[in-house]
C-alpha cells in the first residue's frame, strides 16, 4: 500500500547545483512524484520538487474555453470519476472530475487519505515551480497549443523554470522557434539514428531521450559523442534504473523519483574526511567508485578506503603514480616514470589499471603521445584525456584523448595560458571539464566538453578533485609535517559562477 506522507518524510533531497542555481541530478519527476501522489496534481508537482528532482515532467491539452490543463489524456475517465473530453469541456466543467479516484482505488485509500483532486491549469502549476528555484519543470503538449503555453510562460516570465518534452517534432520545433533559449528534450519511441542526431542539433535541442527498452550503450554513447543529454523514459524498477545508469544515460523519467533519487545517492554519504596514515610522498589525486569507497593515490602508494577515510587496502606502488579515475570496476592512475616537465619531451608516461575491489594490478598502457609527463587523468564514459606537466614559456595546455581502450585518438588545446607545471587533476561533470594546477596562487580551469576554456580560477584542486553524484565535488587536500611525511583530507566544494567552486561548510 502507498501511503501518503507528509513533505517532512522525504528523502532528503540531493542539492547537486550549478551555476544557474538549479538541481542537477537527472531525474525527472513523470507527471511528478505520481507513485506518491495523483499525477498530473498539485500535491505531486509539489512532492517532487521536496523530494528534489532537478525537472518534474506535466501533460497540457487546451479545453473549450481555452485554458491550457494538466492531464495526460484526452479524457479524464481513466483517472478520474467521470469520463469527460478535456477539448470539449470548459474548465468549470473539468473542475468537477476528481481526478485522485484511480490512485485512491489503486492504493486501497480512502477520502480522508488521498483527498479529491481537481485537474491544475499549467499556471498552477508554473506559479508553484516559480516559487522556488531548484527544480525546473518540462512541458509535453498533447495537442497543437505549443504557442498558448509559450505565451503563458513569457507573461509569467518563467523561461528559467521551464522546458519543453514530446516526440511530436513540429511541436517542439516550434518551441524552440519561439523560445530558443528553453531547453527540448526530445522523444524517440523507435532506435536512434544518425538522422536523429542531425535532426536535433540542426533544431538546436538539448537532449534525446529514448524509450527505455531502446537504450543500448552505443545509442548512449551516440548521443552524448553528439553534445547532446541521453535521456530513457518511463522508469520505475530499480534494476532497469540501475542498468540504464551504468550504461551511462544521464537523465531518466520516472515515476519514483524518490527511489531514482536514493540509488543515485551513493556519493551523498561523503563529506569531510582524513585518511587513514601518513606516507612519504603526497597526494596525487582522489576518485570514488559506485559503492561509496574513496581511493587516493599518494605516490608511491595506492590506498582504498571506505567514505569516512578508514583504510581498507594498501598498495605500494611505482613513483610516481598521480591522479586517478574510477570506469566500470576499474581504476585507471597517470603515471609518469621518465622526466616529468622536460621541455625535451622525455617523459615516461603509462596508465595502469587496477581492479577497483582489490588494487590487483591488471594492465599498464603506454601513453607516449603526452610527452610532457603524465598527471591528470579522468574519463566521461566515451573517453579518458590525460593531461600533464607544461614547460615553462608555453601559454597553452594540452589534453591528449584515448579511447576507451587506451588508444590514442588526438591532442586537445587548451587556451589556458601558463600553469605552472600543467594539469595535474581532471574532472569531468554535466558536459564540463575541470583541470586542478600547480601555482602560486594555485589555479582551476573549467572548459566545455569540446574543450573550449570557459573559466580560469582561483582554487585549490590541484592534488584531488571528483565528481559526485549530486552535483558536487569531491576536493583533495594534502598535508606534510615536520618528518615530511604526508597525509590527506577530502572536502565538499560545489560550482559556482563566479568562483568556479565554493567549498561547502
Known amino acids: 500500500m502507498v501511503l501518503l506522507l507528509s513533505a517532512g518524510l522525504f528523502p532528503t533531497a540531493l542539492r547537486a547545483e550549478a551555476a544557474d542555481g538549479f538541481l542537477h541530478n537527472g531525474v525527472t519527476a513523470h507527471r511528478g512524484n505520481s507513485d506518491a501522489r495523483p ?43 467521470k469520463d469527460l473530453d478535456v477539448t470539449r469541456s470548459t ?12 490512485f485512491r482505488k489503486r492504493h486501497g485509500l480512502t477520502v480522508q487519505q488521498c483527498p479529491a483532486e481537481r485537474i491544475p491549469t499549467l499556471e498552477d502549476v508554473l506559479r508553484l515551480v516559480i516559487a522556488q528555484p531548484k527544480t525546473r519543470v518540462s512541458i509535453q503538449p498533447k495537442m497543437d497549443c505549443v504557442d498558448d503555453a509559450v505565451a503563458l510562460v513569457k ?15 513540429a511541436y517542439m520545433k516550434r518551441a524552440k522557434e519561439l523560445a530558443p533559449k528553453l531547453p527540448v528534450f526530445w522523444d524517440r519511441g523507435e532506435q536512434v539514428t ?19 527498452d531502446l537504450v543500448t550503450k552505443e545509442a548512449v554513447e551516440k548521443i552524448r559523442a553528439a553534445g547532446l543529454e541521453a535521456g530513457a523514459w518511463t522508469v520505475d524498477d530499480e534494476p532497469t534504473m540501475k542498468r540504464l545508469l551504468s550504461l551511462g544515460v544521464e537523465r531518466i523519467y520516472t515515476d519514483r523519483p524518490v527511489t531514482l533519487l536514493a540509488l543515485k545517492r551513493p556519493h551523498a554519504g561523503f563529506g569531510r574526511a582524513a585518511c587513514e596514515g601518513n606516507y612519504p610522498g603526497h597526494l596525487q589525486g582522489i576518485c570514488t567508485d559506485d559503492s561509496g569507497a574513496l581511493f587516493w593515490s599518494f605516490t608511491t602508494f595506492l590506498l582504498k578506503t571506505d567514505a569516512k577515510g578508514h583504510l581498507l587496502k594498501k598498495i605500494p606502488v611505482a613513483s610516481h603514480h598521480g591522479d586517478l579515475c574510477y570506469r566500470d570496476g576499474k581504476l585507471y592512475v597517470a603515471v609518469n616514470l621518465g622526466h616529468f616537465n622536460d621541455p625535451k619531451g622525455n617523459a615516461d608516461c603509462w596508465v595502469y589499471v587496477y581492479r577497483a575491489d582489490d588494487l590487483a594490478e591488471l594492465a599498464r598502457h603506454k601513453v607516449a603521445e603526452v610527452v610532457y609527463g603524465a598527471g591528470g587523468i579522468a574519463c566521461d564514459g566515451r573517453r579518458f584525456l590525460v593531461v600533464g606537466g607544461l614547460p615553462p614559456g608555453i601559454d597553452e595546455n594540452y589534453a591528449y584523448e584515448y579511447d576507451l581502450d587506451l588508444h590514442f585518438v588526438k591532442r586537445h588545446t587548451i587556451s589556458s595560458g601558463y600553469t605552472l607545471m600543467g594539469i595535474q587533476t581532471a574532472a569531468y561533470a554535466d558536459h564540463t571539464w575541470w583541470f586542478g594546477c600547480y601555482g602560486n596562487p594555485r589555479m582551476l580551469l573549467k572548459t566545455d566538453d569540446s574543450l573550449h576554456l570557459l573559466g580560469k580560477y582561483r582554487f585549490d584542486a590541484a592534488v584531488g578533485i571528483v565528481p559526485l553524484s549530486d552535483g558536487e565535488f569531491l576536493i583533495g587536500t594534502n598535508y606534510r609535517d615536520e618528518k615530511k611525511r604526508h597525509s590527506a583530507t577530502v572536502r565538499i566544494a560545489r560550482p559556482d559562477k563566479t568562483k568556479g567552486l565554493v567549498p561547502v561548510e
Open 39 to 81: 499525477e498530473n496534481t498539485l500535491p505531486a508537482f509539489r512532492s517532487a520538487v521536496e523530494a528534489g528532482a532537478d525537472w518534474v515532467e506535466l501533460d497540457i491539452f487546451r479545453t473549450r474555453d481555452g485554458q491550457l490543463v494538466v492531464i495526460h489524456d484526452r479524457t479524464t475517465g481513466r483517472v478520474g470519476d
Open 91 to 102: 474548465y468549470e466543467e473539468l473542475k468537477t472530475v476528481d481526478v485522485a479516484t484511480d
Open 155 to 169: 507573461r509569467l516570465v518563467a523561461e528559467r523554470w521551464v522546458g519543453f518534452n514530446d516526440g511530436n517534432l
Open 194 to 212: 544518425d538522422e536523429d542526431i542531425r535532426t536535433a542539433k540542426e533544431c538546436g535541442f538539448e537532449a534525446i531521450v529514448l524509450r527505455h
